[in-house]
């Protein structure tokens, strides 16, 4: 009878351990689906990262084309504004010089 006994001890022990197998079982499953979760979430954020740095990238482009437009823009209205004054020094230049002419010239007579 002891034999007996013993083998319902082990059968009870064996019964326990499975019981125990089980329940861990489910945590570990239940793990399982929380870093699959986890891994999905950190794929979608990379993924969205990844947009926003290409979005990032090219408003940076725009901005930097923009930016040699307004520059050669500059460059060329200074060089406008520079033909400009040269043209009005040389006008004022002529306008002095047909003045100094007509003060040299004889003036007709009112006779």
């Not at 090219?58 to 520079?82: C, G, L, P, W, Y």
Request: aromatic share 0%; glycine share 4%; charged share 30%.
């Amino acid at each position: 009878m002891s034999s007996l006994v013993r083998i319902q001890d082990t059968l009870r022990e064996v019964t326990e351990t499975v019981r125990e197998l089980e329940i861990s079982s489910r945590g570990l499953l239940e793990v399982s689906h929380e870093a699959k979760e986890g891994a999905e979430q950190q794929l979608a954020a990379s993924h969205q990262l990844t947009h926003s740095m290409v979005s990032m990238s090219e408003k940076a482009k725009s901005v930097e084309d923009h930016s040699h437009n307004t520059s050669r823009a500059t460059d060329q209205a200074a060089a406008r504004v520079k033909e400009g004054g040269q043209v009005v020094k040389d006008a004022a230049e002529d306008i002095r010089n047909v003045s100094e002419g007509m003060e040299k010239s004889p003036r007709p007579s009112c006779s």
